[in-house]
């Protein structure tokens, strides 16, 4: 990665403010934090097709409706006993009437419904392009083998109340194939078993995440509740973006009133890199532009086999266990270093169990899961909800030979592995309209890592203040700082290595104010500071300080047309205290954007209904660094201070 602005760090599947169903849905403090690496585009492709299929609280199960990431367990509960006494929801503002909801309220109410869901026979459609008009080196010196433009095509339906079915393709910038990418299902009810069969492309998670981990983690952003909300879903379909994440074959899914059983099979060809019939890495980019990219690309035979059976104890609690076995055609090759308790070999298995039990506002859950070179991993926690506060408390423990590659525990690091911590959270209702969060989570690593010659330790802590004056109104404050002790290996004038511990540590402050001028007009100010200290030896210290000042219209002009728009301006002289902030765009796509050096930043996303079934939506974007004349870095380099990016988009339903 660049140390000068980069285009992306993150482009992902993501719920967008709805021009055709009128919900403005903020998912920002869900998905705001600084986590480069993650990916939740299978997270908001669920509240997507949430916002077209709601839940109907008359009919869904405590678990159905604890999926929402913010709504807990307890309140999941709630709601299902209170529908048991006192009969169905006449509408869903009705169930502000259970404790505990009118808190998310306004983030659940666009995916609740108490009707029937959507007629049995529908199909929609998604067509993308995305085009960015300077060539970068990679392009002017022929290297990337396809064309410039990022295109996707999707297409979903129902044929019945028990057939559904789905296909995207996509190809990125530079790649040769419009359908590089590949996903599909054929999902299908068997109502009086009953049954759910999915044949091709599905994602499994269950209890924890510890065997199975499912598409996505909740590493949370300014929701501070969330990590806990890390629930299985069982096996779903999956039609994202997201490579590396999905199984392919068949699955099964079985649900009785005191037993859930859940099996498949797959077997699919992983991108690795091969060399002497051993494996030696397995790419995660997804990309396929290059000669040496395209070596790599679906090289590995993988075969595994899942299941899972869990049991319903009393009211509201679970107990289950996981099985996972792996085959590979070729083995993993054993590193050494920093990496030598990173999986080798040809095959693994993982067996784990795990625990939920709510016991009135109290829920409770743990699970411990062992892979085949015998390294352990814990997660154990419980949660409280009540009137005016709710929090979180759990500890982690995955030892650093624990081996999994669909693991998704709650961590600071990417893998599930090498780390131990103590996670808390708090949020409080002080009075009507203003709510304080706060979060605090320690950590450790027990062995050294691939950047980090020494074992290290650090710890996160977050305030966030919300106000909300009146229902035009609302003003937020927020501080986060990390801290993270880390070694590195330095020379004297000697040249002789050693090695001299660091502390570095990162501050943000940011002020934001929402207005609602009128049900068509809203706004959004922010000013964040990012302040960045290193001590070494615990004597020397260098600061370094970085600002970001923007501003954010919507304005819907016409109930069939929508248009919004936002100007950045930012100075982060230092990739160090480079800023992120959470972009809109076109409906399905967002970016978490991070901006470094000193310029500006302006985009419009323009959405129109053309016809009552078809929608259009485009999208200009403009940056500009005035402190350096290219943008990016190796082959995505651009020899000019612009960037100009145009993206459109054709949805269509029926």
Same mark, same amino acid.
């Given at each position: 990665?660049?140390?000068?602005?980069?285009?992306?760090?993150?482009?992902?599947?993501?719920?967008?403010?709805?021009?055709?169903?009128?919900?403005?849905?903020?998912?920002?403090?869900?998905?705001?934090? #600084?986590?480069?690496?993650?990916?939740?585009?299978?997270?908001?492709?669920?509240? #997507?097709?949430?916002? #077209?299929?709601?839940?109907?609280?008359?009919?869904?199960?405590?678990?159905?409706?604890?999926?929402?990431?913010?709504?807990?367990?307890?309140?999941?509960?709630?709601?299902?006993?209170?529908?048991?006494?006192?009969?169905?929801?006449?509408?869903?503002?009705?169930?502000?009437?259970?404790?505990?909801?009118?808190?998310?309220? +306004?983030?659940?109410?666009?995916?609740?419904?108490?009707?029937?869901?959507?007629?049995?026979?529908?199909?929609?459609? *998604?067509?993308?392009?995305?085009?960015?008009?300077?060539?970068?080196?990679?392009?002017?010196?022929?290297?990337?083998?396809?064309?410039?433009?990022?295109?996707?095509?999707?297409?979903?339906?129902?044929?019945?109340?028990?057939?559904?079915?789905?296909?995207?393709?996509?190809?990125?910038?530079?790649?040769?194939?419009?359908?590089?990418? *590949?996903?599909?299902?054929?999902?299908?009810?068997?109502?009086?078993?009953?049954?759910?069969?999915?044949?091709?492309?599905?994602?499994?998670?269950?209890?924890?995440?510890?065997?199975?981990?499912?598409?996505?983690?909740?590493?949370?952003?300014?929701?501070?509740?969330?990590?806990?909300?890390?629930?299985?879903?069982?096996?779903?379909?999956?039609?994202?973006?997201?490579?590396?994440?999905?199984?392919?074959?068949?699955?099964?899914?079985?649900? +009785?009133?005191?037993?859930?059983?859940?099996?498949?099979?797959?077997?699919?060809?992983?991108?690795?890199?091969?060399?002497?019939?051993?494996?030696?890495?397995?790419?995660?980019?997804?990309?396929?532009?290059?000669?040496?990219?395209?070596?790599?690309?679906?090289?590995?035979?993988?075969?595994?086999?899942?299941?899972?059976?869990?049991?319903?104890?009393?009211?509201?609690?679970?107990?289950?266990?996981?099985?996972?076995?792996?085959?590979?055609?070729?083995?993993?090759?054993?590193?050494?270093?920093?990496?030598?308790?990173?999986?080798?070999?040809?095959?693994?298995?993982?067996?784990?169990?795990?625990?939920?039990?709510?016991?009135?506002?109290?829920?409770?859950?743990?699970?411990?899961?062992?892979?085949?070179?015998?390294?352990?991993?814990?997660?154990?926690?419980?949660?409280?909800?009540?009137?005016?506060?709710?929090?979180?408390?759990?500890?982690?423990?995955?030892?650093?030979?624990?081996?999994?590659?669909?693991?998704?525990?709650?961590?600071?690091?990417?893998?599930?592995?090498?780390?131990?911590?103590?996670?808390?959270?708090?949020?409080?209702?002080?009075?009507?309209?203003?709510?304080?969060?706060?979060?605090?989570?320690?950590?450790?690593?027990?062995?050294?890592?691939?950047?980090?010659?020494?074992?290290?330790?650090?710890?996160?802590?977050?305030?966030?203040?919300?106000?909300?004056?009146?229902?035009?109104?609302?003003?937020?404050?927020?501080? *986060?700082?990390?801290?993270?002790?880390?070694?590195?290996?330095?020379?004297?004038?000697?040249?002789?290595?050693?090695?001299?511990?660091?502390?570095?540590?990162?501050?943000?402050?940011?002020?934001?104010?929402?207005?609602?001028?009128?049900?068509?007009?809203?706004?959004?100010?922010?000013?964040?500071?990012?302040?960045?200290?290193?001590? #070494?030896?615990?004597?020397?210290?260098?600061?370094?300080?970085?600002?970001?000042?923007?501003?954010?219209?919507?304005?819907?002009?016409?109930?069939?047309?929508?248009?919004?728009?936002?100007?950045?301006?930012?100075?982060?002289?230092?990739?160090?205290?480079?800023?992120?902030?959470?972009?809109?765009?076109?409906?399905?796509?967002?970016?978490?954007?991070?901006?470094?050096?000193?310029?500006?930043?302006?985009?419009?996303?323009?959405?129109?209904?053309?016809?009552?079934?078809?929608?259009?939506?485009?999208?200009?974007?403009?940056?500009?660094?005035?402190?350096?004349?290219?943008?990016?870095?190796?082959?995505?380099?651009?020899?000019?201070?612009?960037?100009?990016?145009?993206?459109?988009?054709?949805?269509?339903?029926?």
């Amino acid at each position: 990665m660049c140390r000068r602005l980069m285009n992306s760090i993150l482009l992902i599947d993501v719920l967008l403010c709805s021009l055709t169903n009128g919900h403005d849905i903020d998912v920002e403090k869900l998905l705001d934090g #600084e986590y480069e690496s993650q990916d939740q585009s299978a997270l908001v492709e669920y509240l #997507e097709s949430l916002l #077209e299929n709601p839940i109907n609280v008359n009919e869904a199960s405590a678990r159905e409706l604890s999926t929402l990431p913010w709504l807990s367990s307890t309140v999941a509960i709630r709601i299902v006993h209170y529908r048991y006494k006192k009969g169905a929801f006449n509408s869903v503002d009705d169930v502000k009437k259970v404790r505990g909801v009118t808190k998310v309220f +306004q983030e659940i109410r666009p995916f609740l419904t108490v009707g029937k869901r959507r007629l049995s026979y529908h199909m929609s459609g *998604r067509h993308r392009i995305v085009f960015r008009a300077e060539d970068s080196k990679a392009f002017q010196q022929n290297i990337y083998l396809g064309s410039k433009e990022k295109m996707l095509n999707s297409v979903k339906g129902m044929i019945s109340n028990h057939v559904q079915f789905g296909l995207l393709s996509e190809k990125d910038a530079g790649e040769q194939f419009l359908d590089d990418l *590949r996903t599909g299902h054929l999902l299908i009810d068997v109502p009086f078993l009953p049954t759910r069969i999915c044949i091709g492309h599905f994602s499994a998670g269950f209890g924890r995440g510890l065997v199975f981990g499912g598409p996505y983690r909740m590493n949370g952003g300014s929701d501070v509740l969330s990590p806990a909300k890390q629930t299985g879903r069982g096996i779903v379909p999956y039609l994202t973006v997201t490579e590396n994440k999905a199984f392919w074959g068949v699955a099964l899914s079985s649900r +009785q009133k005191l037993f859930e059983l859940h099996a498949f099979t797959s077997t699919q060809k992983r991108n690795a890199r091969i060399e002497n019939g051993l494996v030696f890495s397995l790419p995660q980019s997804g990309l396929h532009r290059t000669i040496n990219e395209l070596e790599t690309y679906r090289q590995l035979d993988e075969n595994v086999r899942g299941f899972s059976l869990e049991m319903n104890v009393n009211r509201g609690g679970r107990i289950g266990g996981a099985l996972q076995t792996c085959f590979y055609k070729y083995p993993f090759s054993k590193k050494g270093g920093p990496d030598q308790y990173d999986f080798y070999g040809s095959s693994n298995r993982v067996l784990g169990v795990y625990f939920d039990q709510t016991v009135a506002s109290m829920n409770i859950f743990a699970e411990i899961a062992q892979s085949e070179s015998r390294g352990r991993a814990l997660i154990i926690g419980l949660c409280y909800d009540w009137a005016t506060f709710d929090f979180v408390s759990f500890y982690r423990w995955y030892e650093k030979n624990f081996q999994n590659f669909y693991a998704q525990g709650f961590g600071k690091s990417a893998t599930t592995s090498n780390e131990s911590g103590f996670y808390f959270g708090l949020r409080y209702q002080v009075c009507d309209g203003t709510t304080v969060l706060i979060s605090f989570d320690q950590y450790k690593s027990m062995w050294p890592q691939r950047f980090d010659p020494m074992p290290g330790s650090g710890c996160d802590a977050l305030c966030y203040l919300e106000c909300r004056f009146s229902s035009q109104l609302c003003v937020s404050v927020r501080y *986060r700082t990390t801290t993270k002790y880390t070694g590195e290996t330095e020379a004297d004038q000697y040249g002789n290595l050693f090695r001299e511990i660091h502390r570095p540590s990162k501050s943000n402050l940011r002020l934001q104010m929402d207005y609602k001028a009128t049900k068509k007009i809203q706004s959004r100010s922010r000013l964040e500071l990012s302040l960045y200290s290193e001590h #070494e030896c615990m004597l020397n210290r260098q600061q370094k300080a970085g600002i970001l000042l923007y501003q954010d219209f919507r304005w819907q002009f016409h109930r069939l047309c929508r248009v919004q728009t936002r100007w950045t301006f930012f100075d982060a002289p230092a990739y160090d205290v480079r800023l992120y902030q959470y972009e809109n765009d076109v409906p399905g796509v967002m970016r978490i954007k991070m901006l470094n050096g000193r310029g500006a930043r302006w985009y419009i996303v323009a959405s129109l209904q053309l016809a009552q079934h078809l929608q259009v939506h485009v999208k200009y974007e403009n940056i500009y660094i005035d402190d350096d004349t290219s943008i990016g870095s190796g082959n995505d380099r651009i020899d000019s201070a612009y960037e100009n990016v145009y993206s459109c988009q054709l949805d269509w339903h029926f």
